[in-house]
């Protein structure tokens, strides 16, 4: 994947970033405890709240773990 990326792809990705740590904290889950639910190393979680690359698979277990569609994390 080209490391230069269009602008609205950043936005997006650090919105689901958003979304998924305000998600988490609502929970009153640390990003240790939302990997350990989710099945993922907590690097990952950091990844993905800091709006990084994240693949479909682990936007599904974080979605699970924290109790909400996937959907609700793209669209709100």
Known sequence: MPADQPQWILDARRTVGDRI???RRR???TQESLAYA???DRSTVQRMEGG?????????H???ALRVHVADLLHG
């Open 21 to 23: 740590r305000v998600r």
């Open 52 to 60: 990084g690359e994240m693949k479909l698979s682990h936007l599904l």
């Open 62 to 64: 974080v979605a699970s």
């Open 27 to 29: 929970l009153e889950m």
């Open 38 to 40: 989710a099945g993922i």
